[in-house]
């Protein structure tokens, strides 16, 4: 099973920019279906973004779609998620999950459809 890590969360302005990395060990990403979920405080966990294993296709939700970009580098074993035009509402924390089966590749940005999640990493948008 893949280990997931996530990195680059942190304050940023409204408006402002950041990156997340997910560096994965234990086996590599180009077979797994990747995504970015986020989850606010007595929110559920909402899938933001992902990559599909295989075909490498990239799907968004509605919320961030034109102001986030997730890209996998297989070289590295990690993807990441570059956040621009931040909104208040973007304030959660952030975790990375993947799954190699085709559960995950039909139902990608759904929570249930992942085994293998990182520990998060804590995204606040505040002036």
């Known amino acids: 099973q893949v280990q997931l890590v996530e990195s680059g969360g942190g304050l940023v302005q409204p408006g402002g920019s950041l990156r997340l990395s997910c560096a994965a060990s234990?086996?590599?990403?180009?077979?797994?279906?990747t995504a970015w979920f986020r989850q606010a405080p007595g929110q559920e966990r909402e899938g933001v973004a992902c990559?599909?294993?295989?075909?490498?296709?990239?799907y968004y939700a509605d919320s961030v779609k034109g102001r986030f970009i997730m890209s996998r580098d297989n070289a590295r074993n990690t993807v990441y998620l570059e956040m621009n035009s931040l909104q208040i509402e973007d304030t959660a924390v952030y975790y990375c999950?993947?799954?190699?089966?085709?559960?995950?590749?039909?139902?990608?940005?759904?929570?249930?459809?992942?085994?293998?999640w990182g520990q998060g990493t804590q995204v606040t948008v505040s002036s």
């Open positions: 234990g086996s590599t990403l180009d077979g797994y279906t």
């Open positions: 999950a993947a799954d190699a089966r085709v559960r995950a590749a039909m139902y990608p940005l759904e929570h249930w459809s992942y085994t293998s």
């Open positions: 990559v599909i294993s295989g075909n490498g296709d990239t």
